[in-house]
């Protein structure tokens, strides 16, 4: 095993940019998500450390090895990297032995060392049972399996991961989640997962780097993302978050439709514009004014039964929309006047840009 490290990584097509100075540190046997929307650059960084294209500008190193610069880039089948891609890409008329094994021959193992090689890595998968079958007898996820294999079974330094589950469907996404990250606490190897889900990314990642633009708009454990967002753009892409916007007054309140939220996150400066942001399970919504701090007075505009919970559309007095999701016992006709309250260590006060 050894750690990636892309230090002010780049790339180019003419005048647009699809990865501008990205710098990430992957240490020995992370398990590091890129995370983002489509054109944020995620892909384009997992190719360029596979070696498929050359970077415009920066480095990619791992261990002590230059692979990536402009002037020299090391090719793909010199890296010790293996790649798991969103299309499976077995081989169709080979068995699920001979695909998994495929790897190993190709690099002239002997008999018995491909056997045992094969043997292991086919029971920590659970495909013993499959072996002799060919992949267009196999479910997605059983296909899917078979390519984590096949990567796992060479033993690279680095593991990379392209959308690996985006053509299963909902169940068997949430299987194989659980699937890789049993996998990657078996193995160790040091992987790099390019995902738009963000569920995914919870579930198996140590980091996420969250990219936008083609940069990394914020890099943290799960918990860390979730829970400490630094900017807009994170708030609404984890997990979806209210955007409140409003005017410090101190360094830790924000005036917002004529009442003051106490909040978290950083210091603010008096009379500067922020955003704030908060869940809509964190939440608190009533009928009668409660007496507590951080009330915003709202009208409900919209009502939804979930089962589990309601689903509430507020509109504040300056006709910004709230959602709030409350037990499904608190039943709130639409029309009708209500407080919110929002606990001030669940406001963030976020950097990185104004709502709007």
């Known amino acids: 095993m050894a750690s990636v490290e892309l230090k002010g990584l780049g790339k180019r097509y003419g005048d647009a940019v699809a990865v501008d100075n990205v710098s ?45 610069t402009p002037q020299r880039t090391v090719p793909p089948e010199g890296r010790n990297m293996s ?32 056997e045992s090689k094969l043997q292991a890595i086919l029971s ?27 990567a796992l079974v060479v033993e690279p330094e680095t593991l990379l991961l392209d959308e690996p589950l985006s053509n299963l469907d909902a169940n068997l996404r ?8 049993r996998l990657h606490d078996r193995y160790r190897y040091t992987t790099v997962y390019v995902t738009h889900d963000q569920s995914e990314a919870m579930t198996t990642a140590d980091q996420i780097a969250v990219m936008n633009l083609g940069r990394i708009e914020q890099l ?24 409140l916007t409003g005017k410090a007054v101190d360094a830790g309140h924000v005036s917002v439709t004529g009442a003051t939220l106490a909040t978290t996150g950083r ?35 919209r009502q939804v039964f979930l089962g589990a919970a309601r689903d509430y559309t507020a509109v504040l007095d300056d006709k910004t929309e709230v959602r709030v999701t409350a037990p499904p016992i608190q039943d709130i006709a639409p029309g009708q006047e209500v407080w919110l309250r929002l606990p001030a260590e669940r406001c963030r006060a976020l950097t990185g840009g104004i709502e709007g």
């Open 267 to 301: 210091a603010l400066t008096t009379g500067e514009t922020v955003s704030v942001s908060i869940r809509q399970h964190e939440i608190a919504i009533a009928t009668a004014k409660p007496a507590a701090d951080n009330l915003l007075h709202a009208v409900v505009s």
């Open 124 to 150: 920590t998968t659970h495909l013993e049972a499959l072996a002799e079958r060919y992949p267009g007898e196999l479910s997605g996820g059983q296909q899917q399996r078979v390519s984590l294999a096949r």
């Open 220 to 243: 943290g454990t799960p918990k860390e993302i979730y829970d400490q967002p630094r900017s807009v753009f994170v708030a609404r892409f984890i997990g979806g978050s209210n955007i």
């Open 83 to 114: 790649m798991i891609f969103q299309s499976y890409a077995l081989w169709p008329h080979m068995t699920v032995a001979e695909n998994v094994a495929y790897g190993l021959r190709i690099r002239k193992m002997d008999k018995a060392t491909i």
């Open 24 to 68: 990430l540190l992957i240490g020995h046997g992370q398990l590091v998500c890129l995370l983002g929307p489509s054109g944020c650059g995620k892909t384009t960084t997992l190719r360029l450390i596979a070696g498929f294209i050359e970077p415009s500008a920066g480095e990619i190193a791992v261990g002590s090895k230059v692979l990536s």
């Open 174 to 181: 949430e299987e194989m989640r659980f699937e890789i990250r």
